[in-house]
């Protein structure tokens, strides 16, 4: 059995606070009840003095006093990752909910990642749309990535508060290109979606959609991104 830790990235937005903490003990309530033995890494920002409950899960906090920003919170869980012995990697945000009616459904999942180490897996959930966007409806959240393709590729450097792209999306299509015989399928029924009516903390803008494209566009022809990402990104406006 691989060993295996769900990564869980958790802000505190000021002004939705009680949302979020509701958010993250809900979160932790359905990790325990479809899988209580596995372990939980977080990367806590703006916590204060809030503490998790009592769980069955081995869960770790990372804690950091100011935000990182979505870009910063995912270099320091993968960085948090390496330095422990896990192999595979299965992310989450404070803001989601697993989706999944069945406890096997949920047994499936991991079992699944057992049988697959040093690959990866995103959860589809619909047909291919386009060359540049291989599937709709899929989400970083409940991906699994090993520690090989993590230490293979770190997470795309970029930030969308600042209009660079969807660094979730190019990652996705950077691995499906990049290392085509190493995905996996995932078990239907079982997938990470945002719990309704939270309070987003940012919005994507036209800008962000067109160098997403342009990046994609360019991954799958390349089958890895530009030497230079920044030059790349800057010259679409």
Not at 15 to 28: A, S
Not at 30 to 50: H, M, N, R, T
Not at 138 to 166: M, N
Request: proline share 6%.
């Amino acid at each position: 059995m691989l060993k295996k830790c769900i990564g869980i990235v958790s802000y505190f937005v000021p002004e939705h606070r009680d949302e979020r903490i509701m958010g993250i003990t809900k979160l932790l309530r359905q990790i325990e009840g479809f899988w209580p033995d596995i372990d939980v890494l977080i990367i806590a920002q703006d916590w204060q003095d809030f503490q998790i409950p009592e769980t069955s899960n081995n869960v770790t906090v990372i804690n950091f006093d100011e935000p990182l920003g979505i870009l910063g919170a995912r270099n320091a869980l993968f960085e948090e990752f390496l330095k422990r012995d896990y192999d595979y990697l299965i992310p989450l945000d404070d803001d989601t909910k697993i989706a999944c009616d069945d406890p096997q459904i949920a047994a499936d999942y991991m079992a699944i990642i057992d049988a697959h180490p040093d690959r990866f897996a995103f959860v589809r959930s619909s047909k291919r749309v386009s060359a540049y966007h291989p599937y709709r409806g899929y989400e970083f959240w409940l991906c699994a990535l090993s520690r090989y393709i993590i230490e293979q590729e770190p997470f795309p450097q970029l930030d969308i508060r600042t209009d660079d792209g969807h660094e979730d999306t190019i990652y996705a299509t950077l691995l499906w290109n990049k290392y085509p015989n190493l995905d996996f399928k995932l078990p239907a029924g079982i997938k990470g979606i945002q719990r309704p009516n939270v309070t987003s903390t940012y919005h994507s803008t036209a800008l962000a959609e067109r160098r997403t494209s342009a990046l994609a566009q360019y991954i799958v022809q390349n089958r890895k991104l530009p030497s230079d990402l920044r030059a790349f990104i800057n010259k679409i406006d």
